[in-house]
C-alpha cells in the first residue's frame, strides 16, 4: 500500500525558513519522479517542484525558483523541500505527490495528507 507521510511545516516569519520531508512507502521509491504541490486557502492546487527518479533533473514554478530546493534520499525513500525566504503567499498545505513513471508529467496517483505552512509575522 502506497503511504506518502509530510512532516516538518509550521508557523515560519517572513524571510525565514522550514524544512518539509515526505516519507515514502509501499513502492519502489527510486523508480518514480516525485513533486511538490500546494494549496493556499480559498485557492487552487498549484504544482511547486519535481524531482526526476535519479534526482538529475529538478523543476520549479516561477513563483519558488530560487528559493525553494527539492531533493530526494532514494536509499531512504525520502522527499524534501528545502524553503528559503518565504513569504506570507507560501502560506498553503503542502503535499508530496508521487509520478506516474520516472520522469515529470501531468498527473499524479498518489498523495500524501499535507503538511500546513503559515508564514506570518
Known amino acids: 500500500q502506497v503511504q506518502l507521510v509530510e512532516s516538518g511545516g509550521g508557523l515560519a516569519q517572513p524571510g525565514g525558513s522550514l524544512r518539509l520531508s515526505c516519507a515514502a512507502s509501499?513502492?519502489?521509491?527510486?523508480?518514480?519522479?516525485m513533486s511538490w504541490v500546494r494549496q493556499a486557502p480559498g485557492k487552487g492546487i498549484e504544482w511547486v517542484a519535481g524531482?526526476?527518479?535519479?534526482?538529475?533533473?529538478?523543476y520549479y514554478a516561477d513563483s519558488v525558483k530560487g528559493r525553494f530546493t527539492i531533493s530526494r534520499d532514494n536509499a531512504k525513500s525520502t522527499l524534501s523541500l528545502q524553503m528559503n525566504s518565504l513569504k506570507p503567499e507560501d502560506t498553503a498545505l503542502y503535499y508530496c505527490?508521487?509520478?506516474?513513471?520516472?520522469?515529470?508529467?501531468?498527473?499524479?496517483?498518489?498523495w500524501g495528507q499535507g503538511t500546513q505552512v503559515t508564514v506570518s509575522s
Open positions: 505527490a508521487k509520478e506516474l513513471d520516472s520522469n515529470l508529467g501531468p498527473e499524479f496517483d498518489y
Open positions: 509501499g513502492f519502489t521509491f527510486s523508480s518514480y519522479a
Open positions: 524531482i526526476f527518479s535519479t534526482g538529475s533533473h529538478t
